[in-house]
Structures are given as structure tokens and as C-alpha cells.
């Protein structure tokens, strides 16, 4: 009896190291964040005091008044969610299209074709970058939604995920369809995308937070407010703000804060996809 | 079993030819191209055409993109790029980050997933937490980061003081640039690695668990004789991926010093952000896509290594 109480004793420590490490990891993850949001709250000096402070004195919310006033986050904003928008559908539209092709077609020349897109996964995008700057830039795309979104379109990543999900649709399903006088164009949409709706929106949420967190792409091709996503806008502002770091953070809050409501919102999902697709890019 | 595999039917279509193989339908019927046309349009435009382009760019010795001519076919760009002491050092420091800083990620990663698996209470609590900078923006972290390092503000250099540390200039001592990248690369790859041993874990079928549990066997057995070879794939898989990540290291710079030089004097300059300096700040084309070509050697041979190594090594189910 001793033995086992003794055991389960080790045991409830054992326990509290486990929760105690996990919250101190934790604390390392979420220092930079909160930091950030106490710093948008402090005045310039508390900001800049030796040695740095915890907490502000007296929460200065007027700091995200002046920060909002120096830069056009709206249209940032709007930028931001275009491009995430439109970009997103489009890529998903064609990953779609493409994957429902190798799962119930066969037509010469399939499995090469099937290579070279098998083959674009293992091509580091950052090689492609130049040429299709010159690309844009010929095309005269450059500062234009078009130059942000279409080259990011060619990612064969989504297509394999898809296909693994539309193949296991059963079969017996396209027969019934045929029956119903459904021909391809509608077995894809009546049937194949409604039965895998789970795989799709998993792909159209990790599509939306790449695009919307993309910055090294629409850095190269932008140069005018007019088609800036907010990351950009953020360095924007940070020239103009230079040295005060209370506003820079107000700023910086201002870019997280949707993406972590979207986060909170779809948390289980973007876990769940992240996990079964691995990674992309 | 075979004969069922070997069950073909047909239905006959207006046009098309439907077969059905294996439990798989099979449509003989060009529209196939059409569904396959938009992704292929874009893949040859700015994938295949692009990467044909800097392959061929790489040979030359002057070139210019305006007019896409070359002059000079041959090695000679490779050659200076690999003799440049400014590529030397973005290889060193490639490497440094690649070398000191997956192991660590993986490392941290595998321990904080065990924790989190091994939990009762809280497992999805902690999840979602540690996942949380993988959806933040890069460069709104890095700004952050910027102020973390700074040596008079910064909370890093509080943290180190506590030791009895003196303060380090993190982001402008040469000296200490890379570690610095490196602790933000870190920072920002724990989140996706946590997710994906999770994501392995829970892969494991409990039965082994349980017949351990029936045998009495120790934690420790249990972790060194089931957990550790089961996981090995996802191990071996997510360093891979952590590695080839690593080589790629440009972001989390421009998010630090800006698209502009590397730090000072370029000192925290990777193999990546030589490639965009070549091309955007001095705009030598033939150098900067020299320098990919190198680059896109060292992808494909880590890419033959991990086939090669996955193949002997690593236990799969």
C-alpha cells in the first residue's frame, strides 16, 4: 500500500512538471505578443525607459488613435482581404478542376503530366521570383492585383490534397449520377466538391492565411499605396513613426489583431488541415 | 482479391467511355485537358517558363533582362558567385541556421508534443497556442522581434542580465547577427513542427500502448521501444522539411533589417537573400540567377539524400 501511494505521488509531480514546462514553453511563444500589446499601451517614454517596465502605467488607448491616423489601414485592409479573396478562389477553382481530372478521367499523356506537377512541389518558389518579376514587369503588371495574384497561382500543392480526397468519393455515386443524367461538368459539382466540402474549406482557409500573411511577393511587385497589403503597409508606416515604438506596436497590433480572430474562429480546422496536409511552400 | 481487382465495367456515354477499374472510374474523354488547362497555364508561365529561364541565364556572363540577351555562354558567373566571399559567408551562415538551428527546433518541437500528447487536461488548450505564430505575419513578428533584441530595451538582454550576462548587441554586433536570425527562426518554425509530431503521434495505433500496458512494461521501454520507432518517419520527415525550410532562411531577415542589406555590413546575408541583393539592389541578373542555379544543386542533392537515407534508415510501418 505504501509503494503504490508513494507511486502515485510520483506520479501527481511528474504531472505538474509536465503542465509547469508546457506553460513556461508557452510563456516563450507568447512573450513577443505580449510585450507587443503592453508597449502599443505605454507613452513614448515609458517605452524607451532603462530598464524596459512590464506594464504601462496608465493604458494609453490614444496611441491607437494617433497609429490609425498616420497610415490608410482601410485601404490596407481592403488590399489585404482582395487579394486573399480573389486569390484563394482562383487557386482552389483550378486545384479543384486539376485534381478532379486525374481522379476520374484517363487520357493519353496522364501520368507525365501528373510528374510535372508532382515535380512543381519540389521547385523552391524563391528560385521562380526573378523571372517572373521580369515576367510582370513586361507584362506591365507591376502595382496591379494581377502582378500580386496570378503567379502565385501556379502551386501544385492543393491538387495532390484534393485528389487524395476525391478519389475515395465511391464510385457507385458517379453511376447514379449518370443515371440522373448528370454528365462530368455536374458529377463534379453536384457530387465530388459537396462530398469533400471538409477538404475543401481545410485548403481555402491555409490558402487565405498564406495570402493573407504573403509580404516578400507583393513587396517586389508593388510600389504605390494603392495595391499595398498590410504587412507593407505596416513597413510603411514604420518609416514614417521611425523611432517610436509605442505606435510602431499600436501599428503592429493593428496588422495581428484580425488574423488572430480569424485564428481563434477557425483554430480547429487550421490545426486539423495544417496537420493532415503538412506543409506547403 | 484478384479477381475483384480485375472487375472492369463499362458504360457506354454519349461520347465518352467510362470504365470503371479497380473501384475507380476511369473516363476516356479529352475534356480531361480542359479541367487541366488553367493550372497548367499558370505552372508554364511562372513555374516551368521561369525556372527554364534562370537555369539558362545562370550560363551567362552578362545578361540583360530587359532584352533577354547573353553574352558569354559558360561557367563563368558560377565560377565568381562561388568565389565571392559575400556568397561564402551567405553559405556559412546558411549553414549555421540549418546546422545549430533545425536541431533545436526539432528538438523542442518533439519534447513539447510529447508533453502535450501525454496530457489528459489542457491537450487542445496547449495546441492551439503554440500554433498561434504560424498564422501571424512574419514581418509584424520580426518588427516586434527587432525591439526584443534591441540592447538597451530589449527584453532578451533583461532576461540574459538576470544570469549576470552583460548586454548584448544582438542586430548590430556582426558577431552575434546570426544567432539572432537564428533565435527568430526558432521562435517562428516551433509552432509547425509542434503540430505535425502531434499530428504523428496520434498516428499510432493505442493498441501497442495497451499491450504494453498488459505486460507491465515502463514508461521509459514503452517511449525508447514503441513511441521512438513508430514516430521515426515523422521525425525523419519534418526534419527534412525543417532543413530545406532553413536553406530558404530570407523572410525572417527582410523582417529584421528590411529588403535592403542584411544587417551591417550584410553580415547576417543567407543564401537566399544573395540571390534578391544580386538581382534587386546591384541588378546582376547573370549573378543573382548563378546563384539559384547553385542553389536549386543543393535542393535536388538534399532532396536524393533524404530518398536515399529514408529508404535504409527509417522504420516505416
Keep these: ?281 | 482479391m484478384l479477381s475483384k481487382l480485375k472487375q472492369k465495367r463499362s458504360i457506354k456515354g454519349k461520347r465518352s467511355k467510362v470504365v470503371i477499374e479497380n473501384g475507380q472510374i476511369s473516363v476516356r474523354s479529352p475534356k480531361a485537358y480542359l479541367y487541366l488547362l488553367p493550372a497548367v497555364i499558370v505552372l508554364v508561365a511562372f513555374l516551368f517558363y521561369p525556372l527554364i529561364k534562370i537555369l539558362r541565364m545562370g550560363f551567362f556572363e552578362r545578361y540583360v533582362y530587359i532584352t533577354s540577351t547573353g553574352t558569354g555562354f559558360g561557367l563563368s558567373s558560377i565560377k565568381h558567385v562561388l568565389a565571392d566571399p559575400v556568397y561564402q559567408l551567405a553559405l556559412k551562415n546558411t549553414c549555421f541556421i540549418v546546422f545549430i538551428g533545425v536541431p533545436i527546433t526539432v528538438g523542442l518541437a518533439l519534447l513539447i508534443a510529447i508533453l502535450i500528447n501525454s496530457l489528459t487536461k489542457g491537450k487542445g488548450f496547449f495546441q492551439c497556442a503554440y500554433f498561434l505564430p504560424y498564422v501571424t505575419s512574419i514581418y509584424a513578428v520580426g518588427i516586434v522581434f527587432k525591439w526584443l533584441f534591441h540592447s538597451d530595451y530589449g527584453y532578451i538582454n533583461l532576461f540574459i542580465k538576470i544570469f549576470g550576462a552583460d548586454a548584448v548587441h544582438w542586430l548590430t554586433d556582426p558577431k552575434y547577427v546570426v544567432l539572432s536570425v537564428t533565435l527568430f527562426t526558432i521562435w517562428n518554425g516551433l509552432a509547425l513542427k509542434v503540430i505535425l509530431f502531434l499530428a504523428g503521434l496520434q498516428k499510432i495505433d493505442k493498441q501497442y500502448y495497451q499491450a504494453a500496458k498488459v505486460d507491465g512494461t515502463g514508461r521509459l521501454r514503452v517511449f525508447s521501444k514503441i513511441t521512438m520507432p513508430l514516430l521515426s518517419p515523422t521525425i525523419w520527415m519534418v526534419t527534412m522539411i525543417s532543413v530545406i525550410h532553413a536553406f530558404k532562411t530570407y523572410s525572417e531577415i527582410v523582417a529584421l533589417y528590411g529588403s535592403d542589406a542584411a544587417g551591417p555590413g550584410n553580415s547576417a546575408i543567407t543564401v537566399i537573400f544573395y540571390i534578391y541583393n544580386m538581382f534587386f539592389t546591384k541588378g546582376q541578373v547573370h549573378y543573382a540567377a548563378a546563384a539559384a542555379l547553385i542553389f536549386l544543386i543543393i535542393v535536388i542533392g538534399l532532396t536524393a539524400i533524404q530518398k536515399i537515407i529514408s529508404k535504409r534508415f527509417v522504420y516505416y510501418v
Design chain 1, 1 to 281: 500500500m505504501g509503494s503504490f501511494e508513494k507511486f502515485k505521488m510520483l506520479d501527481r509531480m511528474l504531472k505538474a512538471v509536465k503542465y509547469l514546462l508546457l506553460i513556461i514553453g508557452a510563456l516563450f511563444v507568447f512573450v513577443p505578443f505580449l510585450w507587443m500589446l503592453s508597449t502599443s499601451l505605454k507613452t513614448g517614454a515609458e517605452s524607451i525607459s532603462i530598464p524596459p517596465t512590464l506594464l504601462p502605467a496608465n493604458a494609453q488607448w490614444g496611441n491607437y488613435v494617433q497609429a490609425w491616423g498616420v497610415a490608410p489601414w482601410l485601404l490596407y485592409f481592403r488590399n489585404t482581404l482582395i487579394i486573399a479573396v480573389v486569390g484563394t478562389t482562383l487557386l482552389v477553382l483550378i486545384s479543384i478542376l486539376s485534381a478532379y481530372a486525374f481522379t476520374i478521367f484517363s487520357f493519353p499523356g496522364k501520368k507525365i503530366i501528373f510528374m510535372l506537377y508532382l515535380a512543381t512541389m519540389m521547385i523552391p518558389s524563391e528560385l521562380l521570383i526573378i523571372q517572373n518579376y521580369v515576367t510582370v514587369t513586361k507584362l506591365g503588371w507591376i502595382d496591379s492585383f494581377r502582378g500580386i495574384i496570378i503567379p502565385t497561382l501556379a502551386n501544385g500543392f492543393y491538387i495532390f490534397m484534393l485528389r487524395e480526397y476525391f478519389m475515395q468519393v465511391p464510385s457507385s455515386l458517379f453511376r447514379a449520377a449518370k443515371v440522373d443524367g448528370c454528365g462530368t461538368w455536374g458529377y463534379l459539382w453536384k457530387v465530388m466538391v459537396p462530398m469533400s466540402k471538409n477538404a475543401v474549406s481545410t485548403i481555402a482557409i491555409l490558402s487565405f492565411i498564406s495570402y493573407w500573411n504573403s509580404f516578400v511577393w507583393p513587396l517586389m511587385v508593388t510600389n504605390t499605396d494603392a495595391h499595398r497589403v498590410l504587412s507593407i503597409g505596416l513597413m510603411q508606416f514604420n518609416y514614417s513613426v521611425s523611432s517610436e515604438v509605442h505606435l510602431q506596436m499600436a501599428g503592429t497590433t493593428i496588422v495581428l489583431l484580425p488574423m488572430v480572430i480569424f485564428y481563434i474562429i477557425f483554430r480547429k480546422k487550421i490545426v486539423s488541415g495544417v496537420a493532415k496536409g503538412g506543409i506547403k511552400g
